[in-house]
């Protein structure tokens, strides 16, 4: 292997066939030209859809103090209701959802625990992010105020694992997570597929 190829290069021989047959009959053919394969593709434009919501009841709040990274702060997770595209069930109680207050002030939230659908399947989320306030949010901070939604930027990207079978379609996509506050001990996660338009699924 020439030492200049590139990961996406080794990728697509390291596929073989599967990647022989996806590039279709022009390519094997040789008619797909050096000037096609060398055009700057258009600007991808993606759509969101909300798949699950999930309700997370929390345990008693662990200040664990100051680290290397920051102030840690681990919010048990003590189970919970979830709904979603096909499914339904509860949290699993014993779950995590650790948060690490940087030194610039922002927060690094990693939540890891598991689901229950009804019909038995477990499946794993994990589910990290950023929280940070801005300029009107961290003047509320300094002031002792409540914060509202548009007093701060929450993202996560949610990750899931399960079994084979009818949910093995959720590890086939990226996911951006939003969290609200319901109450001082519950938290609704909203997990939304992003999908690239016009793309075959």
């Not at 279709?24 to 055009?39: C, P, Y």
């Amino acid at each position: 292997m020439s030492e200049t190829m590139s990961r996406r290069q080794a990728l697509f021989m390291t596929a073989g066939t599967l990647g022989t047959a996806m590039l279709g009959a022009a390519a094997i053919s040789g008619k797909a030209s050096a000037a096609t394969m060398g055009k700057e593709p258009a600007d991808s434009t993606f759509d969101t859809e909300m798949v699950l919501k999930i309700l997370v009841k929390l345990g008693e709040t662990e200040d664990m103090g100051e680290s290397a990274d920051g102030h840690r702060i681990n919010y048990p997770i003590i189970g919970g209701t979830f709904t979603g595209k096909g499914m339904k069930g509860t949290v699993i109680p014993g779950g995590a959802d650790m948060s690490v207050r940087r030194n610039d002030g922002v927060t690094w939230v990693d939540a890891l625990y598991r689901l229950r659908t009804d019909d038995g399947q477990v499946i794993i989320i994990h589910n990290a992010g950023i929280w940070r306030p801005n300029e009107d949010g961290l003047r509320k901070l300094q002031a002792g105020e409540k914060l509202e939604e548009k007093d701060y930027y929450c993202l996560t990207s949610p990750y899931f694992r399960t079994p084979p079978g009818k949910h093995a379609w959720m590890s086939q996509y990226i996911y951006v997570g939003t969290i609200d506050d319901v109450s001082e001990n519950e938290v609704l996660i909203k997990c939304y597929t992003v999908r690239q338009k016009n793309a075959a699924l």
